[in-house]
């Protein structure tokens, strides 16, 4: 990698050019998620710039997500956030933004459970018997989350069967029970993980996590979905898009 310009012109187009070469620096090292980048001072020596101008750079990169900061050790690869859309009526990985991303699911467990409480919070009472289907969610950088999902067995028999690791369930509840899903109710809260969560997206118990409760409902408002999903809060990026022309 060349050396940047000795700083005669805009220094914000240094601290720019300062940012750019960080990242081809991380991406031509293949630096990783966790991985230690080069300190303030070999940075300043590999780019031939001032140290104000790195520690702008750096703070714009953890500010972007980018890098972060552990007092004591350095400046670390941080894992990227992907973004999931709040609105999106489809299924949990089509909810996300996978541009240039490879976001895989992975099955835990998937049996049949009874179920009345379940049941009777979020299908009206209409059913007692369900698919649990637990997944865990994940890409090139890790864990994104894990997703508990009921699928009552009198709407959707055998489905069971039908479901492994890669499978959309909304596009098999579309295609193969010809249920189509009308309106969304979703419930989010911050908090911090079981153990159960812990361990199953290898995290400390300290680290935060989004809870989304997703109750999805059909042309006649009747509930046909329930899911129960956990985020690591800093994996992911909420976000919400709606088009308000008429």
């Known amino acids: 990698m060349s050396k940047l310009p000795q700083s005669k012109g805009n220094p914000t ?6 940012i750019a070469h960080i990242r081809e620096l991380i991406q031509n090292q ?19 710039v001032s140290r104000i101008t790195i520690r702008r750079a750096i703070k714009e990169l953890i500010a972007d997500g980018a890098l972060e900061v552990v007092h004591g050790k350095g400046t670390f690869v941080k894992a990227s956030k992907t973004q999931l859309h709040l609105l999106n009526l489809k299924g949990f990985t089509e909810g996300l933004s996978s541009e240039e991303r490879n976001i895989q699911k992975s099955i835990i467990s998937k049996k049949v459970v009874q179920n009345p409480e379940i049941g009777r919070k979020h299908f009206d009472g209409r059913y ?10 994940f890409d090139e950088d890790g864990y994104l989350s894990l997703d508990y999902a009921y ?30 899903f009308a309106r969304v109710n979703k419930e989010i809260e911050y908090s911090l993980p079981t153990p159960e969560i812990c361990e199953l997206l290898n995290i400390s118990k ?41």
């Open 13 to 18: 187009f240094l601290y720019e050019e300062a």
């Open 30 to 48: 293949n630096l990783h998620t966790g991985d230690r980048i080069p300190n303030e001072s070999e940075l300043c020596e590999i780019l031939n």
């Open 128 to 137: 007692t018997e369900f698919i649990e289907l637990v997944r865990k969610v």
């Open 151 to 180: 699928l009552p067995t009198e709407l959707y028999p055998n489905i069971e069967s039908k479901i492994e690791d890669q499978t959309s369930t909304f596009q098999l509840i579309k295609s193969t029970y010809n249920v189509k």
């Open 206 to 246: 300290t680290s935060p996590v989004i809870r989304v409760k997703k109750n999805i409902f059909d042309h006649k408002n009747e509930p046909i979905h329930y899911s129960n999903y956990y985020l690591i809060a800093e994996r992911v990026k909420l976000y919400i898009e709606a088009d308000y022309s008429e």
